[in-house]
């Protein structure tokens, strides 16, 4: 196949519940402009994730919890008034953000981090805030994951959510800083608090290659996913490509979630600094419009027979 009829593949129908696609201020480098960032990108997408990181990241944390409420306000209200989806990526870059540590001082930051970027979540009205599990700092699995659990427990007890889902991020392979769980991990995190899964689905296929293992974790880890993040990559090589630049049927992938129960957007996430922000956003459109054109398609076509 050529890369264009991999992109779009799909074996099958395609579903009704499709993800939407949408894009991150990551891919913009988080802007110390919040709210323009998020403004400027709804005027491509109906769907926006803002991460707390980079410049954006400085401002956040500099600001009182009077600023955070006041910036959370004028988020909600513009993205209410545009019909604008918001997704949150919490902060994850340094060890104040290690929800795995067992050192119980640098835990405790970690909950307090955590708890301060979902309380502004929910007050600007996000669906649902992203946040990576820490460090692995050559612990076992069982100890990360019992330490993690802690964390989120301390977070769920001081927050009130509402209805905005809280979404452990899988991690992928070669990177060994980070910790990598099992699907049936992923599956007992949520089983032990009540909280979700996102997939980056380069993470995912950076350990398992498309094909019968990812399809079955795909139908495993759907009903307890709750945000997805994409972009390209070429066979199990770890990276962040535009969509497009590589070999991933990223359609049939997304698909396969739809059809086992995930119901949410997906969203344009990290990069690589060989490639522009532009291009990101171009790669990232063109898909918008291809799958656009492919649901019209199928729709002609049902109405057709």
């Known amino acids: 196949m050529t890369t264009k009829e991999t992109l ?7 579903s009704a519940d499709f993800p939407q696609i949408s894009f991150s201020t990551n891919v913009y480098d988080n802007p110390a402009d919040i709210l323009g960032s998020i403004t400027d990108l709804a005027r491509h997408f109906k769907a926006v994730e803002f991460e707390i990181g980079e410049d954006a990241e400085a401002v956040f944390w500099s600001l009182s919890n009077d600023g955070r409420q006041t910036l959370a306000r004028q988020i909600r209200q513009f993205t209410e ?3 604008i989806t918001l ?3 919490a902060g994850w870059w340094g060890r104040q953000y290690n929800l795995c ?3 119980l001082d640098e835990r405790a930051q970690a909950v307090e981090c955590l708890s301060a970027a979902v309380d502004f979540s929910r007050q600007a009205g996000a669906t649902s805030v992203t946040f990576h599990p820490g460090y692995k700092d050559q612990l ?3 100890v990360l994951m019992t330490n993690l659990i802690e964390a989120i427990k301390q977070v769920t007890a001081r927050c009130d959510t509402g209805d905005m889902a809280l979404c452990l991020e899988n991690m992928g392979g070669q990177r060994p800083k ?13 089983q032990q608090t009540g909280c979700y899964v996102t997939i980056d689905v380069t993470h995912l296929c950076s350990l398992l290659p498309y094909g019968q293992s990812l399809f079955e974790a795909i139908a495993t880890l759907a009903p307890v996913t709750r945000h997805l993040h994409i972009a390209d990559l070429n066979d199990t090589h770890h990276q962040h490509l535009p969509i497009g630049e590589g070999n991933l049927p990223l359609s049939d992938v997304l698909n396969r979630f739809a059809l086992n129960g995930y119901r949410g957007v997906a969203v344009v996430e990290e990069f690589i600094p060989r490639f522009s922000t532009a291009y990101y956003l171009e790669k990232a ?3 918008q ?6 649901r019209a398609s199928v729709q002609q076509n049902i109405h057709a027979g």
């Open 178 to 190: 980070f910790p990598v769980f099992t699907v049936e991990e992923h599956v007992y995190f949520h």
């Open 140 to 142: 076992d699995n069982d």
């Open 101 to 103: 540590a067992s050192n």
């Open 289 to 294: 419009a291809g799958m656009q054109h492919l």
């Open 87 to 89: 997704t949150v990526h």
């Open 285 to 287: 459109l063109a898909y």
């Open 81 to 83: 008034q545009n019909e």
């Open 8 to 14: 779009y593949h799909i074996d099958g129908p395609i």
